[in-house]
């Protein structure tokens, strides 16, 4: 579903202070920067928008001269990960088999998002550093195709398994 922001043209930049900084194209944020995003617990909009000036910009949200261009590009930022966030839960959604589960599976969980960051960094043979310089949807693309050939790879090995039983 489209949203009101979505029809808001982006501004080309914002002032802080007398410099101008370009606002970066929203779908080039890097994996570091979304899971910063992701990582805010507030409600409050101004404090949102105090950390998001943090992320992104690197400066006080006091310096801002122009806050209604900052509120127009932090809600697109927010509608943004709430589409990618929907995008993870429906596309990279593993379900672990009883085998997986009873092997211990679950105890991996304790790592969160380092599991991310370390599968693209082995992946890649980039360190952990890099892998949060990322542009997010190259990291969500890569985790989606590993998904997928970890699927066909599962289901190849099961149908040559049952292609060998009927043969004996």
Request: net charge neutral; aromatic share 12%.
């Amino acid at each position: 579903m489209k949203s009101i922001i979505s029809d808001i043209p982006l501004p080309p930049f914002v002032l802080f202070g007398r410099k101008k900084i370009p606002f970066r194209a929203i779908d080039h944020m890097t994996l570091d920067e979304k899971m910063a995003v992701c990582s805010i617990k507030s409600t409050d909009e101004n404090e949102i928008l105090q950390e998001l000036c943090q992320i992104f910009f690197e400066k006080p949200l006091e310096e801002c001269k122009e806050t209604w261009k900052l509120c127009i590009w932090s809600a697109k930022v927010l509608e943004q990960v709430n589409e990618w966030n929907k995008a993870e839960a429906q596309k990279l959604k593993y379900e672990p088999t009883p085998e997986e589960i009873a092997a211990g599976y679950n105890d991996f969980k304790v790592f969160g998002d380092f599991s991310t960051y370390d599968a693209i960094s082995k992946r890649q043979g980039i360190s952990h550093d890099a892998v949060g310089k990322l542009e997010y949807t190259m990291v969500f693309t890569m985790l989606w195709k590993d998904l997928m050939e970890s699927a066909y790879q599962k289901k190849y090995i099961e149908n040559q398994e049952k292609k060998n039983k009927i043969k004996k």
